[in-house]
């Protein structure tokens, strides 16, 4: 059985062929209603997004766009983005995203660098902002606002409203529109996708549809997720990640495009707790920093449990962790851990799901940074199944993945056929309505049976990213760096817009991709992840120290939110690290400790020996070269508002080795 998004050439194509099958199905949610924020869930349909994208398409057109333009979109995630996105490409246009959080410069740099000829904004203050950028790009002709416009401050101004009128009256740009969407092929440009620029100025990645539907196929390319589509279950899930980055676009937008799922759009990153709660989504895609998060908040209320409360939580993630162990090695799972699993799920692991509104996840799903092992393997140990995958911008996402698939077929028997639909029925099914799989016997009995026959086979490792996609390449270089090829991957040809110089720096002499990342290949061929080939630290003794790790440890405690490690050619290794201050500030209080602002506390001798502790765990993992010998407390947090955060939340350490040159210098006075 063949699915959409292997017989279409384009996303654009796979989008309309998956409308005309749905229909009035819902496709998308979100608490907007006709552009203008609201307080309620407002769902569209597949029928309502295909005549928005129609008429916004044929809009574009009589406003003058023609093949091969390039469009901007300026917002932040709306179900308009996504419309917006659809349209550009069903006229033959190229989308051009960019973040909603870029500076007038940054703006002003990717509109001049593509030549965009119109830009798609969000909101007021985001067309306000592209109108006052537009004298310095000149080639840029009009600017459509997602919002309501009543009075437009300048003429090239124009709303989505307008836009979908013009597109209805002009019968000539309709027809053109669908003219143009069923003449596009798998090599037509799709987007490009500007890097978040951690080290210069940004390179905007050029994509074709067929980059995006091999990444598809890849994704989706497994003996479960066929199976789930065989039998027409799609996920509801919670998009918060930005469109505007490749890792959100291809996982909330394209699969869910292609499993016919239901798309609900967080009204904000910080509000993702809330809407959680509200939509127990069935998948969640998302960055390390946000499960972080769920693990901190666990770990804060468990340790003021006591008494047996505390016993019977600590027995659960034991017994989970114990699965843990077996599913990484592929063994078989003893009857009595079976059973004490199965109790472990009522009597542990539902409260805390429940609690963070994951009661109905099946599938979750961690990219875009490295993840703790320790941190995937708490939400497995909770019967989630969290799930890596590795990639960049010019590798269209993913080019290895941690999928739940087996790493041999099943035998072609009725009993492995049917154990495979129990696990659905079981961990998809019943999970999926929140239903917990352990409280029933028939539950109980499939699930026994597939955990002897099915789970054995499915081999899931913490820590790594997972295996080479499908029809991908990956070879290690000498020095370490991860070298890789496949459809997915940007074209030669095309490369970074208007850089052919950056792009044959970026390739191979034989064509391999260099993706500027350090790993390494267990037994199994599963890609663990080191470090960035350009933040390798190398201390004044020679010491080669990968500074990911050792962040990663340090950010494992729930008092520590974020950290920077400093080294290279230094005679040992610092960092600078900034606490969570809701729990250090709930730590002074009970220690009786006053203070008059955060730069205060930060100063204070109990606090400053409290991390002393916390550094001093952190340097067991470590080997002696890579432990932390001094470290200073920020009191604020690195943010992409105050320049130390790239738009994905990656640390720009050039900036932080700047900004806080003299705090580094501190760390390294005797």
């Known amino acids: ?39 309620e869930w407002v769902e569209m349909s597949w029928d309502d997004v295909a005549r928005e994208v129609r008429r916004v398409g044929a809009g574009l057109i009589d406003l003058g766009v023609k093949r091969g333009d390039r469009v901007a979109i300026f917002s932040h995630g709306r179900p308009r983005w996504i419309i917006a996105d659809l349209a550009i490409q069903g006229a033959a246009a190229i989308g051009v995203p960019i973040y909603p959080t870029s500076t007038d410069k940054q703006l002003a740099f990717i509109l001049n660098d593509c030549k965009a000829k119109g830009i798609v904004t969000g909101d007021k203050q985001l067309t ?34 307008r836009i979908q009128d013009r597109g209805v009256k002009s019968q000539k740009a ?15 440009v799709s987007a490009i996708i500007y890097t978040s620029g951690t080290t210069g100025e940004p390179k905007g990645a050029v994509l074709t549809h067929s980059n995006f539907m091999a990444d598809l196929d890849m994704l ?11 039998r027409g279950i799609g996920f509801s899930s919670l998009c918060h990640l930005p469109l505007c980055h490749i890792y959100g676009r291809t996982s909330d937008y394209h699969v869910q495009m292609a499993m016919g799922g239901r798309i609900y759009f967080a009204e904000s990153y910080q509000k993702v707790p809330q809407n959680l709660l509200e939509v127990r989504p069935q998948m969640l895609v998302t960055i390390p920093r946000l499960y972080e998060k769920v693990f901190e908040m666990v770990q804060v209320k468990t340790s003021k449990m006591k008494g047996i409360p505390k016993k019977i939580f600590d027995w659960g993630m034991s017994v989970g962790n114990q699965v843990v162990d077996y599913m990484s090695k592929g063994e078989k799972m003893p009857l009595l851990v079976s059973v004490q699993f199965a109790l472990a799920n009522v009597l542990v692991y539902n409260k805390v799901r429940k609690q963070a509104g994951l009661d109905r996840l099946v599938f979750a799903g961690s990219g875009g940074g490295a993840l703790s092992k320790g941190t995937n393997r708490f939400f497995r140990a ?8 590795y990639g960049l911008t010019e590798t269209t996402s993913a080019i290895t993945w941690n999928a739940t698939e087996f790493l041999e077929p099943l035998p072609d028997k009725w009993i492995y056929r049917k154990s495979l639909d129990w696990l659905i029925d079981t961990m998809v099914v019943m999970q999926g309505k929140g239903i917990n799989p352990f409280t029933s016997l028939i539950g109980f009995l499939k699930m026994s049976i597939v955990a002897q026959l099915i789970i054995p086979k499915l081999v899931l490792k913490p820590g790594t990213v997972g295996r080479p996609c499908k029809d991908t390449v990956i070879k290690i270089a000498e020095d370490g760096e991860i070298l890789a090829k496949g459809p997915q991957i940007f074209k030669r040809d095309l490369g970074y817009f208007n850089r052919p110089d950056l792009t044959d720096e970026v390739f191979t002499k034989d064509g391999f991709f260099m993706t500027g990342d350090i790993g390494h290949f267990d037994k199994d061929g599963f890609v663990s992840i080191t470090d960035r080939k350009k933040e390798l630290i190398v201390t ?37 690290i900034i606490p ?21 506390l930060v100063r204070k001798p109990d606090v400053i020996k409290l991390f002393e502790e916390k550094v001093a765990q952190a340097n067991k993992e470590l080997a002696k070269y890579e432990q932390v010998k001094k470290f200073c407390i920020l009191p604020y947090p690195f943010s992409e508002e105050t320049g130390e955060l790239t738009p994905t939340h990656k640390i720009k350490r050039r900036v932080i080795n700047q900004k806080f040159a003299q705090q580094i210098q501190s760390c390294y006075q005797d």
């Open 128 to 161: 306000e902002q592209a109108l006052r950028v537009k004298a310095e790009a000149p080639s840029l002709e009009f600017i459509a606002s997602m919002s309501p416009v009543d009075d437009p401050a300048d003429p090239c101004i124009i709303d989505f409203d």
């Open 1 to 39: 059985m063949s699915f959409a998004y292997q017989t279409e050439k384009t996303t654009c194509g796979l989008f309309f062929t998956q409308a005309a099958k749905y229909q009035d199905k819902p496709f998308i949610y979100a608490k907007f209603r006709r552009g203008v924020p609201c307080d």
């Open 580 to 600: 969570q201050f809701e729990l250090l500030e709930k730590w002074a209080k009970q220690k009786g400790i006053s203070y008059s602002s955060t730069d205060d």
């Open 220 to 230: 989706l390319d497994t003996a479960l997720q066929r199976r789930l589509m065989e």
């Open 174 to 188: 309709e027809d053109e529109f669908d003219k143009r969407r069923k003449s596009l092929t798998g090599e037509d």
């Open 382 to 389: 909770m019967n989630i199944q969290l799930a890596e995958g």
């Open 540 to 576: 004044a003794g020679g010491k080669n120290v990968a500074p990911h790790p050792i962040e990663l440890q340090l950010t494992f405690d729930p008092y520590i939110e974020q950290a920077c490690v400093i080294g290279d050619a230094r005679k040992y290794i610092s960092a600078l």
